[in-house]
């Protein structure tokens, strides 16, 4: 199944499980060791507390020299994030460099949960009300995290 | 799916594969002789697309623009989508009272591997608007609907 599957991945992926970030999952799927189940949980004073949001991370075939792919699959309300769980952040794009890691990337998504940034936004309608309204934008972000984020216990 | 130099067999994700694909729709085709998108723009799954194609000239379609819907199930890009009419036309084909496309009728669904994709599909499609046995067929008046 993983026949083929370059050390870089292999060693990352098991100081992923061995020493895994605080507030952070990335799990491999059995049937596709580049294709990742990823969960973190929302930054604490930030509208995302208490939620578990699900991410999806893929290594492409020139990992890593190109970036991985990543998006959230649990809806949420950020000026970064859009409708598709699609992320706009740098490191993901233009400033990649084969010296980051999937653990980098997952705690630069993390810190983008605390501080949005509503002047590079890729949901224009969500960094609108961020911009203007930023009590109405946190209160709809804490709504998201609350309908979608909450894990059922 | 990619093979690399060591080997390995790279399987990009059904996820990740249709936000290529929509993100490749996205730039447009040339002529735009066909086209496709999602019916919801947040649909997480990708799974639900409105597709259309122009018909080619030369043929009883030339002018007409076909609509038609597009279902991605959880198996995709393993199996072809599933494709029907909703603007009603008669080809060899498509079942002339649902507007659904037969898989076994079309080269490229027929033929499907993991690599084809939707935008093949409708192009697909669009040839058999042209071979011999549709292009003179007579159609239903325009903007009918299945």
Redesign the interface.
């Known amino acids: 199944m993983s026949a083929g599957l370059p050390r870089r991945i292999i060693k990352e992926t098991q100081r992923l499980v061995a020493e895994p970030v605080a507030g952070i999952s990335a799990t491999p799927y059995a049937d596709n060791l580049r294709y990742f189940t990823v969960g973190i949980e929302g930054p604490e004073e930030t509208p995302y507390e208490k939620g578990v949001f699900q991410l999806e991370l893929f290594l492409p075939a020139d990992y890593p020299m190109a970036p991985p792919k990543v998006r959230f699959l649990t809806k949420i309300y950020h000026p970064n994030i859009d409708k598709l769980g699609r992320i706009c952040l740098d490191i993901l794009k233009d400033k990649w460099s084969p010296a980051l890691q999937i653990r980098t990337v997952l705690l630069s998504i993390q810190a983008l949960l605390s501080a949005p940034n509503p002047d590079d936004p890729l949901d224009n309608n969500v960094a609108e009300v961020w911009k203007n309204n930023e009590e109405e934008a946190l209160k709809r972000a804490r709504e998201f995290t609350k309908s979608f984020a909450t894990p059922s216990t | 799916m990619?093979r690399?130099p060591?080997?390995?067999?790279?399987?990009?994700?059904r996820?990740?594969r249709l936000?290529e694909e929509?993100e490749n729709s996205e730039k447009g085709h040339g002529d735009m002789s066909i086209s496709f998108g999602l019916v919801e723009?947040?649909?997480?799954f990708?799974s639900d697309w409105n597709g259309g194609i122009l018909g080619p000239a030369g043929t009883q379609h030339d002018g007409r623009f076909y609509q038609l819907l597009i279902h991605c199930t959880q198996e995709y890009p393993a199996v072809p989508p599933t494709i029907r009419f909703t603007s009603k036309i008669n080809m060899s084909c498509i079942d002339s009272k649902t507007g659904v496309v037969e898989k076994n009728k079309v080269p490229a669904m027929k033929n499907w591997n993991r690599n084809t994709g939707i935008e093949k599909v409708l192009q697909s499609i669009r040839m058999e608007m042209c071979s011999d046995k549709n292009r003179r067929l007579k159609q239903p008046a325009e903007g009918a609907t299945f």
Request: hydrophobic share 35%; net charge negative; no cysteine.
């Open positions: 990619q690399t060591a080997g390995e067999t790279v399987i990009t994700p996820n990740f936000l929509l723009s947040g649909d997480t990708l």
